[in-house]
């Protein structure tokens, strides 16, 4: 009987359902949240690890430096996890590990390096 190959496409659909519950579940415990630190904040997205064990949420805000908003939503790390806990059914919770979401800065930066491409053109004509 031949060996049955794992399912790449299971696998990637699994983390990808998980991601997504993850980001609803914390957005809405987020929302819940009465700091005015914390007001203008989104969760982009989410990120676990194959094993399960940490989570990387992407956050995105308005306002507030990234230090100090990182600082704010790490003091309530304990309550996402809780949330988490009693609305997905996991073996085990993953660490809530808070970053800025790279993506916003990264287009600014690609924007602004087409922006000086686009007038040394014209300059040169």
Do not use: C
């Not at 991601?19 to 415990?29: H, K, Q």
């Not at 969760?43 to 306002?63: C, F, G, M, P, W």
């Not at 949330?83 to 916003?104: C, K, N």
């Not at 690609?110 to 922006?115: A, F, G, H, R």
């Amino acid at each position: 009987m031949p060996k049955r190959r794992p399912s790449r496409t299971r696998e990637y659909q699994r983390s990808a359902r998980l991601n997504e519950l993850l980001r609803e579940v914390i957005a809405e415990e987020l929302e819940r949240i009465d700091d005015n630190r914390l007001e203008w904040v989104s969760i982009v997205s989410i990120e676990v690890d194959n094993e399960l064990t940490k989570a990387r949420v992407y956050l995105s805000a308005l306002e507030a430096g990234d230090e100090s908003l990182i600082k704010a939503i790490t003091e309530y790390k304990g309550r996402f996890k809780k949330a988490v806990a009693s609305s997905a059914r996991l073996r085990r919770v993953p660490d809530l590990v808070f970053m800025m979401d790279p993506s916003i800065e990264e287009g600014s930066r690609i924007e602004e390096i087409l922006s000086n491409l686009d007038l040394t053109e014209t300059d040169g004509e």
